[in-house]
């Protein structure tokens, strides 16, 4: 029987607890789950537990991180998610193919075209669906601007962890320069629902192509501008080199994948290990670095942009003429199977493992996020720095909350 | 379509595939028992002939009437990608090895799977719910888990969801969904199912 004077549990009607867990407390109310919960929440001589978030600024979300520190520095840390668990992937399951891709789109809000192209092209893959060129040409051209956007922001957002104001403010401005371009594009400034199973939306518009030309005029001397504000930064330099290093192999045994993980000399990017859309028709390198601190990921960040403007350059080159949607019904049945697809979103790999089966909803819709397998690695990255420097490290790996708590 | 990756999968574990090496597309999928995943993960990751560094992804799947652990690796020496399919996992005691001992970062995953599907991995030094709060006793994605409120396909009823344990006395009068039908095919067919109204929950 249960105790009449327990609470009854929040979240479960069923569940009495002794105290309803809140945010506030570092401590858990509960015993220890796991092994590594016990060690966790064990305080050796002088340690002590702090709370960080969820609602702190520099968590960048609702993020909520128990510290455990000894005097200034850190000695290990808990990070807790789930305050934004909408439940996705059960959403989409219980919608049909259609809607995963505006259920899709909040994951990555800074970036949605990478996050709502996971339900399409999986979906194409499991109807063998060949898209034409010129559809694939204007989904490349969107991907790499909404990447020049979200990498413009990153650097703004690592200067403010730093306590700089001024870059975020430049970084804005490029944002939202070509926010505005692909709402001229999409309808859309934040949340763009632009791409459809076999295609896109609309087609390119007068509007859209002479703000691009407009902007690509003088992009690159923007950038160029940017980053002097930063590259040589006294204070900059000596808040991010050689702090959070990760070496190679550390790196891929963490699962990271995006900057993070070619800020530590891995050449990994899904665009050219496993090329999807019309990537192998297009020149690009991928940046690497060899240091793997914080700088280095802000480097590889940088050189991103860079080779992202080669693209769109080759991309507006090369644009073909021809139909932007293929030739399918509105309805559609998917044929039962199991498909994988990944695409190379600013943060990292994003994947997806869809399974059908004959119906038109999706039996199952796996979302692989690539800043929930980051943010695993601030564990690793963390012990024996310095509180303030939790933040500058925290932000130099990019989390996306909409994304980690699905 | 990677024939050589095929030849050299099936020299190295064909006695232990549950089911025949299946390759579509860019993908290549083999299906291995539980009891497996340690030996075959780690002939994976550390054999020269594979050399599978990349663990791309992993994820829980419920089919209705078994569960599944699905892992998605990537190698410099392939250009496909491995799928490897945990496959007949009972579904009220699901139990797999972690392989965490080989990818760190897979302890998220596998806290993920737990969380969702109750899939308990061996090994996993903090396998805790992740997303669902610390009390939660459902896992939301399986597939008997419904959600009758969804505004995709109901006017909605007002409650969350369906518990796994009968309701406490208080809670008698609530509406309870049937639970989902299997199929033919052992899969579950959640197509069409609305919550049904007269029916009262089980004693």
């Known amino acids: ?174 944002r939202d320069t070509i926010i505005e371009m692909l709402a001229a ?147 559609i049945r998917i044929p039962p199977g199991r498909a994988y697809i990944a695409l190379e979103s600013p943060r990292g790999q994003y994947s997806c493992y869809a399974m059908s089966d004959g119906s038109d909803q999706p039996f199952r819709l796996r979302i692989h996020d690539p800043s929930y397998f980051n943010l695993q690695a601030v564990g690793a990255l963390m012990p024996g720095n310095l509180i303030a420097d939790t933040m500058a490290v925290m932000a130099s790996l990019d989390p996306i909350m909409g994304g980690i708590d699905k | 379509m990677d024939t050589q990756l095929k030849r050299r999968l099936e020299t190295a574990f064909g006695d232990r595939f549950s089911a025949p090496l299946r390759q579509r597309a860019d993908t290549t999928e083999i299906w291995i028992g539980a009891g497996d995943v340690t030996d075959v993960m780690r002939t994976l990751h550390d054999d020269e002939q594979f050399e599978f560094e990349v663990l791309s992804d992993i994820c829980g799947v419920d089919t209705g009437t078994e569960m599944w652990v699905v892992y998605h690796l990537w190698s410099p020496r392939s250009p496909d990608w491995l799928r490897v399919v945990a496959a007949g996992l009972p579904r009220d005691d699901p139990r797999v090895p972690s392989v965490t001992f080989l990818w760190k970062g897979a302890e998220w995953g596998e806290r993920e799977a737990y969380d969702m599907f109750g899939i308990v991995f061996e090994g996993n030094r903090d396998l805790r719910r992740i997303y669902m709060p610390p009390d939660y006793t459902s896992f939301p994605l399986r597939k008997d888990f419904l959600l009758p409120d969804d505004a995709a396909r109901s006017p909605g009823e007002g409650f969350r969801h369906v518990e796994q344990s009968p309701p406490p006395a208080e809670h008698r009068r609530r509406p309870v969904v049937r639970r989902a039908k299997l199929a033919p095919g052992g899969q579950v067919s959640t197509v069409g199912q609305l919550p049904d109204q007269t029916e009262e929950a089980p004693e």
């Open chain 1, 185 to 331: 594009l999409t309808g859309q400034r934040m949340l763009f629902n632009y791409l459809r199973i076999g295609g896109v939306n609309r087609d390119l518009n007068h509007d859209f192509l002479s703000r691009l030309a407009d902007w690509m005029s003088r992009a690159a001397v923007e950038i160029e501008q940017e980053a002097r504000l930063l590259n040589e930064n006294e204070i900059f330099l000596r808040r991010t080199k050689g702090l959070g290093v990760l070496d190679r192999d550390t790196a891929l045994r963490l699962c990271m994948t995006g900057p993070p993980l070619r800020a530590s000399g891995v050449p990994y990017d899904v665009r050219r290990a496993h090329p999807y859309s019309v990537y192998n028709e297009l020149e690009f390198d991928i940046p690497t670095r060899e240091e793997g601190d914080s700088y280095a990921r802000y480097m590889v960040h940088l050189d991103e942009i860079r080779e992202s403007i080669r693209i769109i350059d080759q991309v507006l080159h090369e644009m073909p003429d021809g139909p932007i949607m293929a030739k399918i019904p509105r309805l």
């Open chain 1, 1 to 174: 029987m249960t105790d009449r004077s327990a609470v009854r549990s929040l979240d479960d009607p069923n569940v009495f607890v002794e105290m309803p867990a809140t945010i506030y407390d570092a401590v858990p109310p509960y015993p220890p789950r796991t092994e590594r919960e016990a060690e966790f929440y064990h305080l050796r001589d002088g340690e002590m537990l702090i709370n960080l978030g969820p609602q702190h600024p520099s968590t960048h979300g609702v993020l909520r991180v128990v510290l455990k520190i000894d005097g200034e520095q850190v000695v290990d840390l808990d990070p807790v998610l789930g305050y934004l668990h909408r439940g996705v992937e059960k959403i989409c399951e219980n919608g049909d193919w259609h809607h995963a891709i505006s259920n899709c789109d909040p994951l990555e809000y800074v970036a949605s075209m990478f996050s709502e192209a996971m339900p399409v092209m999986a979906a194409e893959k499991l109807l063998d669906l060949r898209v034409p060129r010129r559809a694939e040409y204007i989904r490349v051209l969107c991907w790499e601007l909404n990447r020049i956007a979200s990498h413009g922001l990153f650097i703004g957002w690592l200067a403010l962890d730093l306590g700089g104001l001024t870059p975020l403010l430049y970084g804005f401005i490029e």
